[in-house]
């Protein structure tokens, strides 16, 4: 069973950072291709960056190039989403997502495993 868990939302203000962090529970995470998604209030759920099983490659939306950067840590078995320059465009429900694939994709319907979401708010 595979359970994913996010942390790291919160209230900033335009220019600040945060950092989320999805702890992948249940099974070792390297068999994991992980993305995190974002969806906010009336629009569809939309894909932000995605990392594959080792690390080594990674893709953002262009939306969040140069701003975010997505990494993990097979040991603890977490994948975190470093947001610098936030802006209040950014103001959504964050997800982590996890399929077993090598690849990347930004596609949710190829991700069968979903945490529950963290909210970042960025206020002006």
């Known amino acids: 069973q595979v359970e994913l868990k996010e942390s790291g939302g919160g209230l900033v203000q335009v220019g600040d950072s945060l950092k989320l962090s999805c702890v992948v529970i249940g099974v070792t995470a390297h068999r994991y291709g992980v993305a995190w998604f974002r969806q906010s209030a009336g629009k569809e759920r939309e894909f932000v960056s995605g990392?594959?099983?080792?690390?080594?490659?990674?893709f953002h939306a262009n939306s969040v190039k140069g701003r975010f950067t997505i990494s993990r840590d097979n040991v603890k078995n977490i994948v975190y989403l470093q947001m610098d320059d936030l802006k209040s465009e950014d103001t959504a429900a964050y997800s982590c997502?996890?399929?077993?694939?090598?690849?990347?994709?930004?596609?949710?319907?190829?991700?069968?495993?979903w945490g529950q979401g963290t909210q970042v708010t960025v206020s002006s």
């Open positions: 997502a996890a399929a077993d694939f090598e690849g990347i994709s930004t596609e949710d319907f190829d991700f069968p495993y």
């Open positions: 990392i594959n099983r080792s690390g080594a490659n990674t």
